[in-house]
């Protein structure tokens, strides 16, 4: 392994598995999903979703929460618990300006933008709110994180859709090695359960239609899979040298060694039907870490539930790690949060190596025969897993690479 090691020295989730590292963890190797019907969707043509549970901000201490889209307010809380995991203290910064923050979406304050839409069409542009903007921008989860730590660092929100999240935690890891910044908070956010994004998808037929069974409708890799269930949340993880970590006296969780980025340049919505792109992604994470692909212990996969995606990868997966390789989505419990999808998943494959057990791929009973790679299902696996790839692919045709190695 000769690549440059970034330390992830703490992590922060909200996801639909629950508010919190503990919360999280315990859920996913449950493999219990969280995909459920909700009355205020009725009317759209999908009534499913997997939404954060019982999500507080003021009671979760987010004074002001109002002047925030739903996805900032995700990636506050999900910030401030990866800092006091990594035994950061917020603004108290020895050089605030080598502190900077990388926080990914593919759709933005959309809650906000849509909502103030409405207000123009039936109200008139006199009531459109003054916070529509500052709300509802793509770089507003970035640049609030920002405002709350007190980093004066570089302030980034990459936009690669549904890799977006995995963008950040790899630009994040620049960063370190070029030596522009010495703590890094980095990943993604988004709160995409909104009657315009949940039409949208389900008129490209994206979408699973098991609405009379909810709980099994995320299935990746399985036979039966006939879509994804839309999820939200925001993944945050804090990334140092490992150097800096050991002079603070931190052990790492696990370890980023290798990133790449690709673009299929295919079709805005398909993925090459023989996975070009996102095998470069994974090849270039390989280059850059100094490993091969029978070096990965484990894949936490993009792995949507679509039809022809799982498949797509798989063989990706196969091709550049052989058929013996121990993969699972997670997805099966989280549905999928779009452009925080790449950072919560990355930080389920660092927890995966910090506690040597592999979540299973929940609601998958029969892996599709096209799929030859050792989908892991049914219960968790135990064993220790030294190198984890998380793969993450985008409409546009945008590829992320994370390869992550243990602590």
Known sequence: MTGFAAAITGIGLVTPAGIGVKENWDRVVEGKPTAACHADLDGLPVTMACRVPDFDPAGLGLRGAWQWDRYAQFALVAAREALAQAGLAPGGWADSSRVAVILGSGAGGT???EEQHRVLLEEGPSEVSAMTLPMGLLNMAAGQVAIDIGAHGPCLAPCTACAAGASAIGLGRELLRSGVADVVVAGGAEAPITPLYLSSFARMRALS?????PGTASRPFDTGRDGFVLGE???IVVLESEEGARARGVRPVAR???YGASADAHHVTSPHPEGKGAELAVR???RDAGLTGRDIGY?????TSTPQGDVVEAGVIHR?????VRVSSTKGVTGHPLGAAGSIEAAFAALTLHHGVIPPTASTTEVDPRVE????HGAARGGRVEVALSNSFGFGGQNAALLIAAG
Do not use: S
């Open 209 to 213: 239609r098991r609405l009379d069974d």
């Open 111 to 113: 809650t906000t933008l």
């Open 284 to 286: 270039a994470a390989l």
């Open 256 to 258: 980023v060694v290798g």
């Open 299 to 303: 894949v936490n996969a993009h792995g």
């Open 373 to 376: 790679v050792d989908v892991v």
């Open 320 to 324: 550049v790690a052989g058929p013996d």
């Open 233 to 235: 949340g925001a993944g």
